[in-house]
């Protein structure tokens, strides 16, 4: 029998295990942005080069997500979230030794992949851990490391590039992943879920179908929007995802069950966080070029510029998680993806190669506030949206959504970029980036429009925690 002493220690290293392990995972979704003009000086490529050093980390990492924490179901969560560091460990240092632009993705691929395995395993293994009376406490300060990560991410890329090289935005990775690993197999214990079942033919279609479109749509301004490997990449990528779908309504044991989608609760904030990534991601890929590349700024000024948005969520998400449980999710998600929507819209209107940050201050701001007003209630909206026993796999499928978003928002924005501006001069940026930011507002604007057709229900208070406690103990990153 365990001593309370021993299970406070055991949760105490938990804690601290699975925090810095997820703030890894979660810093390399956009700590590689600011580094961009920096990697396509040394290392030369397009703007779908550039864009795949970052759609290769989010598209692995969300086809392979819920496929991960089956994996840990499996063979054993402490087991596989040790996998998941050591490779995403090995990963980037591959990706700090690439001598060339091609390198860097595959690399950038690997990362996702380890993520994959280390972000979700590591709430089930906290959520092992901790008491039930202390699990809020220990799900609070691990959602704040990530929210740090995801706000830190384009500042700490931009000194690193700037002070030492970009090779260190992936260094910085291998001491702390070397240093976790021991403590990771003497101090955490091992544990599986009751459905060990792996839905590999699932993963393998909607892996295959989403690399297809995101491949479509990267290519097309380079290859010509009719060519054989465009039009090949994005037929064959819808066919495969119809096929997923197909596959996952007949399997006994879907990676993502289809049912879920017959609540119009979960199918609209699942809709609503889909379309807030791609036009999120999508402009902060191009924006933080903006800064370096028309602004002039540095790296490192380039990333503190950006904290008006990246950083709102330390501040307002608390305040918006709050209000959510008294009025309810759908008007708290829908008022912050409008707000995010105007923010871009802003941007859009003042854009000029006459460069003065302080006319985008405000809509950064804005932006922030918006974006910090979705996270919190939406994830309350897709805990309620299903039965306790499934909100494991619901906060996954909803996860695995916004990355997706975040590849395909990537993909679009830099796809219009290109057919209106390039990288020759300032105006020619701006004649680009433009259309894009409102092809970003729009699609943040329907994401409204979805969070609107929510049920009008207030969730119920500490839905979080107890997804957290989920029997299947399947709960992905970001809850």
Do not use: C
């Not at 810095?20 to 810093?27: D, E, P, Q, T």
């Amino acid at each position: 029998m365990t001593t309370p002493t021993a299970r406070r220690g055991t949760a105490a290293w938990a804690l601290v295990l699975t925090s810095v392990a997820s703030f890894m995972g979660a810093l390399d979704n956009l700590v590689v942005t600011t580094a961009l003009p920096a990697i396509r000086e040394k290392l030369g490529g397009r703007l779908e080069d550039l864009e795949w050093t970052v759609s290769a980390y989010t598209l692995t990492f969300a086809v392979l997500l819920l496929f991960g924490a089956a994996l840990g179901d499996r063979f054993g969560r402490r087991r596989m979230f040790a996998v998941g560091i050591g490779l995403f460990t090995a990963a980037s240092a591959a990706a700090g030794l690439t001598s060339g632009i091609d390198g860097l993705v595959a690399a950038r691929a690997a990362q996702g992949v380890g993520a994959a395995l280390l972000m979700p395993l590591s709430l089930t293994l906290l959520t092992a851990a901790v008491p039930a009376e202390k699990r809020g406490a220990s799900l609070g300060i691990w959602g704040a490391v990530q929210g740090i990560a995801v706000a830190t991410g384009p500042l700490v890329g931009g000194a690193l590039t700037e002070h030492i090289s970009w090779q260190w935005i992936f260094w910085l990775n291998v001491p702390i992943g070397i240093a976790l690993l021991p403590f990771v197999l003497l101090r955490l214990d091992e544990s599986r879920g009751a459905n060990n079942r792996l839905d590999v033919p699932g993963t393998v279609l909607a892996s295959a179908g989403m690399f297809g479109i995101v491949y479509g749509l990267i290519r097309g301004n380079a290859d010509g929007w009719t060519s054989a490997g465009v039009l090949g990449g994005l037929f064959a990528g819808a066919a495969l995802m119809v096929g997923f779908v197909l596959w996952e309504l007949r399997t006994e044991h879907p990676m993502l069950p289809m049912r879920l989608f017959r609540s119009r609760a979960f199918s609209a904030i699942n809709a609503a966080s889909l379309l807030m990534f791609v036009g999120m991601f999508g402009s902060i890929f191009l924006l933080s070029q903006f800064l370096q590349g028309v602004g002039q700024y540095s790296p490192t000024e380039a990333g503190i510029r950006m904290l008006p948005w990246t950083g709102m969520s330390l501040i307002v998400a608390p305040v918006a998680g709050v209000l959510s449980d008294r009025i309810g999710g759908r008007p708290v998600v829908a008022a912050g993806l409008a707000l995010q929507a105007v923010g871009l819209g802003w941007i859009a209107v003042r854009l000029s190669a006459d460069f003065s940050y302080g006319a985008y201050l405000p809509a950064f701001v804005i932006s922030g506030i918006g974006m910090a007003m979705y996270f919190a209630p939406a994830a309350n909206v897709v805990m309620s949206a299903v039965r306790p026993a499934e909100q494991g796999i619901a906060s996954g499928a909803n996860n695995a959504l916004r990355e997706v978003g975040g590849a395909l928002g990537v993909a679009v924005l830099a796809a219009v970029f290109s057919a209106r501006g390039g990288y020759e001069s300032g105006q020619v940026f701006v004649d680009g980036l433009r259309p894009a930011l409102w092809a970003g507002a729009g699609a943040v604007a329907l994401g409204a429009v979805a969070a609107a057709l929510i049920p009008g229900r207030k969730p119920s208070a500490g839905s979080v925690v107890v997804a957290a406690s989920d029997a299947g103990g399947r709960v992905p990153a970001g809850v």
